[in-house]
């Protein structure tokens, strides 16, 4: 059954999550949706330019050397990523969107937002990255072939 108002109450984009899955036996379209798809999550909506498009990454996925996972930690690990959210950000937002774009939720409490900002002065922007996708929430959440997605 569909919400008539599922799109003001900001629900409508948890309806269809199956296409954001990748299958190995995919078709041309579905690679260039799931691509779209990280894109959107990862960047956070944000517009992306021609010029600005990761196109190495975008290739190695379509060529099946990167799984889901391994193309989102590209994205997230790009020069882009970093310019929009970690050089134009205090650290505690930094780590606030990397919850969002990388496990589809808001951080819990105070002391997972201190965990990640300890990773990130300690062993840097990449380890900080790799926290969240390693991590066994992500694992179970989304596994390696799920574009994450905002729930809860």
Not at 128 to 140: A, V
Request: net charge negative.
């Amino acid at each position: 059954m569909a919400l008539v108002q599922a799109p003001a109450l900001g629900i409508d984009r948890f309806a269809n999550d199956r296409n954001r899955e990748s299958w190995s036996n995919g078709s041309e379209q579905d690679t260039k949706k799931i691509i779209r798809a990280v894109y959107q999550q990862v960047l956070g909506q944000q517009y992306v330019m021609a010029s600005e498009r990761l196109n190495g990454a975008e290739s190695l996925f379509h060529n099946g050397v990167l799984n889901v996972r391994g193309l989102v930690r590209t994205f997230a690990k790009s020069g882009l990523y970093r310019s929009r959210f970690f050089e134009n950000c205090n650290p505690y937002r930094f780590i606030d969107l990397n919850h969002k774009h990388l496990l589809g939720r808001a951080p819990q409490n105070k002391a997972e937002m201190l965990h990640h900002f300890t990773i990130l002065q300690d062993q840097g922007f990449d380890a900080e990255i790799d926290s969240y996708l390693d991590s066994d929430e992500y694992q179970e959440r989304f596994g390696l072939d799920s574009v994450p997605y905002l729930h809860g």
